[in-house]
């Protein structure tokens, strides 16, 4: 099967291992990608590890998680990346994320924010 974030290789050599490895993420794009995977699969414990340290929900944990469970997730569409390269400290992904609930098709347009914490991308929060 391949993997949930829409690239054509398996799950375990995409984002399963980068959910295995938060390391195995070299660019912000992929730490996205992962992000998505794990909402997916309602992966709490790595949707906080991959959430930079400042803005980490975890109060929320149970909700995030009791929501992504919630939906059905439809897809992932990468819009635009900016910087988060490997040699990069931050960096710019705009996507797209489907999913059906109550119903409906949704989709969560966002322009995310990514810094490097303790030398691997974690997810900051909104762009401004």
């Not at 969560?108 to 762009?127: C, D, P, R, V």
């Amino acid at each position: 099967m391949n993997c949930y974030c829409g690239n054509t290789i398996l799950y375990s050599e995409c984002c399963g291992k980068i959910h295995h490895n938060i390391y195995q993420a070299l660019t912000a794009e992929q730490l996205m990608r992962s992000r998505y995977s794990a909402f997916v699969l309602a992966n709490g414990d790595y949707l906080m590890q991959s959430h930079h340290s400042s803005t980490r929900p975890v109060k929320e944990k149970k909700e995030i998680i009791k929501w992504a469970k919630s939906v059905q997730w439809i897809k992932l569409e990468v819009l635009e990346t900016s910087k988060g390269k490997p040699g990069d400290t931050d960096g710019i992904v705009t996507f797209n994320a489907y999913f059906y609930e109550k119903g409906k098709v949704d989709i969560i347009h966002e322009k995310s924010a990514f810094l490097k914490e303790n030398n691997h991308w974690t997810y900051l929060g909104l762009s401004k």
